[in-house]
């Protein structure tokens, strides 16, 4: 069983800035991919960021040039810088895993509310 644990989130006014992280209780050099779902009040969840076993990151098109998601192998953690930050990107933000068995895990969730 992989446990994933955010935290990072919070208040901020429009144009600040927010780091979440995710560490994982599982070597994260081994599995296929991580990232960060979000999910606004009404809304689908929606795919914000992925890195990939082997490095290639990948972003929704509204947070491009915005969000940068990086890792830390050492830490087993993921983490993903939000810049600029828009009163549209409040939503509960969760951290996914796939393995290398493609099973797929993910956190409790952390809030970033953004202020207009």
């Known amino acids: 069983q992989v446990q994933l644990v955010e935290s990072g989130g919070g208040l901020v006014q429009a144009g600040g800035s927010l780091r979440l992280s995710c560490a994982a209780s599982?070597?994260?050099?081994?599995?296929?991919?991580m990232g960060w779902h979000r999910q606004a009040p009404g809304k689908q969840r929606e795919l914000v960021a992925t890195i990939t076993r082997g490095g290639s990151v990948t972003y929704v098109d509204s947070v491009k040039g915005r969000f940068t998601i990086s890792r830390d192998n050492a830490k087993n953690t993921v983490y993903l810088q939000m810049n600029s930050l828009k009163p549209e990107d409040t939503a509960v933000y969760y951290c996914y895993v796939i393995n290398n068995q493609y099973l797929y895990y993910w956190g409790q969730g952390t809030q970033v509310t953004v202020s207009s």
């Open positions: 599982v070597s994260i050099s081994s599995i296929n991919a």
